[in-house]
């Protein structure tokens, strides 16, 4: 009892004497009062200062001062506090048998100053007063005696065979307050200390009363019978031998057994490395156990998880909340993923009455921040984190030390939380460490663990001080509680089960008295778990969990809201582009030095670069803008878990998002891109390769997100997939020259198929050289013309050098260089009459080593050049036709001017020669047994093995597959985007983070 509700007690006790005078019967219960609340020293200092009260006081002034006191005492006292001074007051009043008029009128006149009603006081007053079991008929009061006492109704009853009298328990309504009268003739005691019997005492949370021969009284089993929602169904927990090992074969629980009924609050407590924290995991089915079941009302529920759905609620240690979303946000984004047929108002409604009860309607519009960057206190992040959870008010709640780092009225703020709910029906389990003595008091059962996972108490925790202290027989084994405070310390359980050996020297040692095995093997003799009652049917969720499409939108609006909150993630994403596309545009603004000293497009030898770096820049932003955003909603994720949310719902959300700020993101990159160096025509195109990179990397960023389990990790991962993305483009090496063991000359090697950078920059240099306003119209006619001459300059030379080789060594047929030469002549002037057809070389099948001759060789020196002609032919064909529409193009100066600014500012010299790859000194060369043509790969025509086959040569201008000519860009589209559908596949399958965890067996 503090002081000032002291002083205030003793002023209004002396005020209260009758008719000004204190009568020798009230002073000696004053005293009474005193001694038996104070030491003897400090009873007699308040005695006497009661005693200068009542000299004090004049007739006059009793309404004065008794209006001052009820002043202060509104202005300093608690609710409680305002109860329990009341209570002394009647005491007082009683204490010679009766209440006077004039007492009854002071009494009112203070308990209405002090704002307790009348009601309140009434049932005070009738629980001062009866003496009897009959005098007892209320639903406020409790009995608790033998059943042969008539107990009448709704007065709540607990049987005790062995009580002599009975034990009357008051209950007031409002509050979590008992307070408890032993009328009877045995001593009785509560935690320890002798309880005064015709005496009102209070009976706080944990408490436990006992006698020689009759049972304990625990404060649950009293609570219990108050229920707030007597509405609620029965639940039963019942963990029964609970055995887990680790994969690495370690074992982490033995035998844990636990059986539970509705309303408890039960606490895990250990020292550190006891397996608190995976005896909650087990229990709340994120881990299977080795061994043994747990069942919720007779459902096992790691084998039926659904049958469970929303039964179970989980808090873990670290946060679970949103930080850059308010406090209002975080709870109503979670309403709104529980309860899908609430309406607006009804969840606005919902979420205000949880802040209330969680006393943060304050900082509700307050972002929650992070630890370090702190908005809400720890105290208050701690609730909201159980907000979360007592939105649903799930059936049982696991919640892992929710004390953790707060003050201790932060701690017993939070405790008194999950009390309440327990109060209402639900089960709580809690793991705890180090907590106070109010704290302590609070759990209706304890399970302590010791080191190795041996559990080796469960029970009440009051009683759990005094079975150590009788397991090693101490002089106080008797006393649970401190008897000049009533407090109860929970360390020295943990001082007993770490007793140390000590050695000769009166030093301790590592090694304990007791092992963990010997406590394990003390309390299993003395195991007696609790029978649960025949479970009702488990009560059909609150849940209405939202359909796939609203899930979506809900986490979509979520995370976008928590985007744009964050400022300076929102400022870094937005100007990342736009600034990265200034400094390379601007760098590489390339123009030869000339008397216009002019800029134009046409000369800058910089633009493959441009392309190539712009794709890199794609990649790096999709991977770093998505590298993160799975691990850190991990927690969160796991939470949500035990709602049955759709993962692929939150996955498209995320996607949507990442999508959108890459669309952002490239579509700024490529404007101020295409502006500075002057890109005329091709924007759209650029966004659209630049886009597909981005949303590949997205998804890729995504996977390795997913996948690992630090941050630090995954930024490290990020140059490891770019490195190969630079190596393997085709760009930085050519693939030519790339080592022969992983290429072939005749198309990209098939690690360069892999990179996504290839497919996007070969997009790029395809489409601005084919798709430009200069080249396009020109593009078939030079396609012919370029074709063309790689036959009549490179390739019909190439076979008649073989031909040469085979008529000067016709008597060496048996020379293997001879065979090989005659395959490749005959294999080629096969692909060559199948387009000018078979009727033009009747001597075709004579092209054999059997059948081989000098009328054979001079036949096909005959058709070659006949081929010859005609390829020239054709170019000459297309070339006329090319002159002559440049020709119209440039028919008047107005023409030849928009055809010069035509050339100058959409071709590119420098793309051009790249994808016509005239800069290789190999136009054309031997492979396989065959003529690989390597000028002109973007003229070329796609020569697949089989219907699938679309690998071609690097640049090339179309593809092939499934009976289909494709353009490169598009089909390379589709390739990117291909990549990224198979990468969300494994993604939604966790493929990537199966395969980093998986670990050979022993």
């Known amino acids: ?44 200092h308040h005695l006497t200062m009661f005693d200068q009260y009542a000299q004090s006081i004049e007739g006059n002034d009793k309404n004065e001062k008794i209006a001052r006191i009820c002043k202060k005492i509104n202005e300093e006292f608690t609710y409680p506090q305002k109860i329990i001074l009341a209570l002394q007051l009647i005491e007082l009043i009683l204490a010679d048998g009766e209440i006077a008029e004039e007492e009854t009128k002071i009494l009112d006149d203070v308990s209405g100053k002090i704002r307790l009603s009348p009601e309140l006081i009434a049932y005070i007053q009738a629980f001062a007063l009866a003496k009897n079991i009959e005098d007892f008929e209320s639903d406020k009061f409790l009995i608790v005696a033998e ?26 309504s409002g509050t979590e307050m008992y307070f408890v009268k032993y009328l009877g003739n045995t001593q009785l005691s509560m935690n320890g200390i002798p309880l005064r019997k015709n005496a009102i005492t209070l009976f706080p949370s944990g408490s436990t009363i006992k006698g020689e021969k009759s049972q304990t009284v625990f404060y649950s089993d009293v609570a219990s019978h108050y229920k707030t929602d007597s509405s609620s169904s029965n639940i039963s927990f019942v963990a029964e031998n609970i055995s887990f090992t680790f994969p690495n074969g370690h074992k982490g629980l033995h035998n844990v057994n ?97 802040l209330a009860s969680l006393g943060l309607s304050e900082t509700k519009h307050l972002k929650v921040g992070s630890p370090l960057d702190k908005t809400i206190s720890g105290g208050q992040r701690k609730r909201l984190n159980i907000g979360l959870e007592l939105l649903r008010e799930p ?45 302590f008091r609070m759990f209706d059962k304890l399970v302590i663990l010791d080191v190795g996972g041996f559990q080796i108490y469960y029970g009440n925790p009051v009683e759990a001080v005094l ?114 596309a200034m400094l390379l545009a601007y760098i590489i603004r390339y123009y030869p030095e000339n008397e216009n000293n002019e800029y134009l497009f046409i000369d800058n030898l910089n633009i493959p670069a441009f392309f190539f ?48 700020f890459s669309a952002v993101q490239t579509f700024t990159y ?14 759209l195109t650029y966004w659209a390769i630049l886009f597909s990179t981005a949303c590949f990397a997205n998804m890729l960023g995504l996977n390795i997100s997913a996948a690992f389990n630090s941050a630090i990790t995954i930024y490290i991962l990020i140059p490891i997939l770019l490195i190969p993305q630079l190596i393997l483009s085709g760009v930085v090496v050519k693939f030519d020259n790339l080592n022969p063991q992983i290429t072939t000359p005749d198309q990209v090697p098939l690690v360069g198929e892999l990179m996504a950078s290839r497919w996007a920059f070969e997009a790029s240099m395809v489409a601005q050289f084919k798709s430009n306003e200069y080249t396009k119209p020109f593009f078939e006619l030079e396609k ?44 080629e002037i096969g692909l060559e009459l199948e387009i000018v057809g078979e009727d033009k070389f009747d001597a075709f099948h004579k092209l054999t080593i059997e059948k081989f001759d000098s009328w054979t060789a001079d036949k096909t020196e005959v058709f070659l050049n006949t081929l010859g002609r005609f390829y020239n032919n054709f170019f000459n064909e297309a070339n006329t036709k090319k002159e002559k529409a440049i020709f119209m193009l440039t028919q008047s100066p107005e023409k030849k001017k928009q055809f010069e600014y035509l050339r100058d500012n959409y071709y590119n010299k420098t793309v051009a020669n790249l994808v016509k790859n005239t800069n290789d000194p190999n136009r054309i060369i031997e492979y396989d047994g065959r003529l690989i043509q390597k000028i002109y790969p973007v003229f070329m025509e796609p020569q697949p093995d089989h219907a699938l086959d679309f690998r071609t040569q690097f640049y090339a201008g179309e593809k092939y597959f499934g009976g289909y000519i494709f353009n490169t860009l598009q089909f390379n589209l589709a390739v990117i985007w291909l990549m990224s559908i198979i990468l969300f596949v494994m993604l939604y399958y966790d493929v990537l983070r199966k395969i980093v965890a998986f670990k050979k067996p022993f």
């Open 467 to 580: 079975y150590f202290k009788n397991q090693i027989n101490t002089i106080d084994k008797d006393q649970a509680a401190c008897i000049e405070c009533g407090n109860v310390n929970p360390e020295q359980i943990f001082n007993i089960i770490e007793t140390k050996v000590v050695n000769e020297y009166g030093k301790a040692t590592d090694e304990r008295k007791i092992s963990p095995k010997k406590w394990f093997s003390l309390f299993e003799n003395q195991l007696n778990i609790p029978k649960v009652e025949n479970p009702d049917p488990l009560p059909e969720p609150e849940l209405r969990i939202p359909s796939w499409a609203k899930q979506v939108g809900l986490f979509f609006r979520r995370d976008f809201k928590s985007k744009l909150a964050n400022k300076q993630y929102l400022l870094i994403n937005l100007l990342e582009a736009p600034i990265l």
């Open 395 to 439: 059936s049982v709640l696991f919640v892992d030390e929710p004390t953790s780092g707060l003050s201790s009225r932060d701690s017993e703020n939070i405790m008194d939380l999950l009390k309440e709910l327990s109060l209402k029906g639900k089960m709580v389990f809690v793991v705890i460490h180090q907590p106070s003595s109010d704290i």
């Open 147 to 172: 059943n042969n006492h008539k107990v009448p109704a709704p007065t709540y009853f607990i049987q005790e065979d062995h009580l002599d009298g009975f034990l009357a328990v008051l209950k007031l």
């Open 1 to 44: 009892m503090s002081e000032n509700l002291l002083k205030a007690l003793l002023e209004l006790f002396a005020i209260i004497a009758k008719e000004g005078t204190v009568t020798e019967d009230e002073r000696n219960n004053v005293k009474k009062f005193l001694t038996d609340t104070l030491s003897e020293e400090s009873a007699a």
């Open 670 to 683: 490529v404007i101020i891109g295409d502006l500075i160096l002057e890109v005329d025509g091709m924007s």
């Open 258 to 354: 636990i059986a539970e009924d509705t309303g408890r609050l039960v606490g895990l407590m250990g020292a550190s490395g006891s397996g608190k924290s995976t005896l909650l995991n087990v229990l709340n089915g994120n881990e299977k156990p080795t061994e043994g079941k747990v069942e919720i009302n007779g459902i096992n529920i790691h084998e039926n998880p659904d049958a469970i759905k929303g039964t179970i609620g989980y808090v873990p240690q670290d946060d679970l909340l949103i930080e850059e979303l308010t406090v209002y946000e975080n709870l109503y984004y979670a309403s709104k993923l529980c309860f899908d047929d609430k309406t607006e108002a009804e969840i606005e409604e919902l979420v205000s009455n949880t």
């Open 613 to 660: 770096m712009s794709i890199i820049v794609a990649l790096f932003m999709g991977l770093t803008v998505s590298a993160e955003e799975i691990i850190k909603d991990r927690k969160i994720l796991k939470r949500e878990s035990f709602l049955h949310l759709s993962r692929s719902s939150y996955l498209f959300s995320k996607i949507g998002i990442l999508f959108l």
């Open 784 to 827: 012919q013309m370029a074709q063309s001459e790689y036959k009549t300059v490179y390739y019909l030379p190439k076979l008649k050098s073989k031909l040469d080789f085979l008529k000067n060594n016709i008597e060496k047929r048996d020379n293997p260089e001879f065979e090989n030469a005659l395959n490749l002549l005959r294999r």
